[in-house]
């Protein structure tokens, strides 16, 4: 596809569920980053990959969040026992590979809503 | 750790007023700075960014900014809004881990027709 592109949109589940998230990066971007939106708050850090390398999981809030990516393409993001606080917009973003001078293209993020 | 602060949360003008959104970091040692602009119902998209150089920068739709070291600012200006420019903009910085961003809480702009 043409840009970044995250499933779901909309993720409703109740407190104690596993969620997962899927992000599908630009085709031949090696680099992917995870973010967290709360309400009224900046994006949060959560992850980053870069082919084949160690991801940089410096930004996951709990051990109850984990992310992989698989074949250095796809991504998913998973969170076990969800809580109410983890509701917010996960969004995802590719670059073209890990340098800043690359742009960040963002996909249209998840919505999760943990009741 | 870093930090970005944006301390304008909610921004209306009418067309054609100039603006100014502020953007203080903290980081004292090398920065990249970047904006980004989400406009309502797209994604976040660059607006423009800083790595070194002339410490203004100009970005697309007539947006600039300037860094300013020693006040640790990166504020966006442009000198006459239009009604299309109602977004968000976010204000984000990298320095120590070129793999983190920094990211502000962001500035709703509304500019009245």
């Known amino acids: 596809g043409a840009g970044v592109s995250q499933s779901p949109s909309n993720k409703v589940t109740e407190k104690g569920k596993d969620v997962e998230l899927r992000c599908d990066p630009i085709s031949g971007h090696t680099a992917l980053y995870w973010y967290r939106q709360s309400l009224g708050q900046g994006l949060e850090f959560l992850i980053y990959f870069q082919g084949n390398s160690a991801p940089d999981k410096s930004g996951l809030p709990s051990d109850r969040f984990s992310a992989e990516r698989t074949g250095g393409s796809v991504s998913t993001l998973t969170i076990q026992r969800t809580q109410q606080e983890d509701s917010a917009v996960y969004l995802c973003a590719s670059s073209l590979d890990p340098s800043p001078y690359n742009e960040q293209f963002f996909g249209p993020g998840t919505r999760l809503t943990v009741l | 750790a870093q930090s970005v602060s944006q301390h304008n949360h909610h921004v209306i003008l009418s067309e054609a007023a100039s603006l100014e959104l502020g953007c203080n970091y903290s980081y004292g040692g090398t920065v990249n700075l970047f904006w980004y602009v989400q406009y309502p119902g797209q994604h976040l998209q660059l607006l423009l960014k800083?790595?070194?150089?002339?410490?203004l920068v100009k970005g697309i739709k007539g947006f600039e900014a300037e860094f300013i070291k020693s006040k640790f600012s990166f504020n966006l200006r442009k000198p006459s809004v239009q009604w299309s420019d109602t977004a968000e903009y976010f204000c984000a910085v990298n320095g120590d881990n070129f793999n983190k961003f920094y990211f502000g809480s962001g500035t709703k702009l509304n500019v009245k027709p």
């Open positions: 800083y790595f070194s150089g002339d410490p």
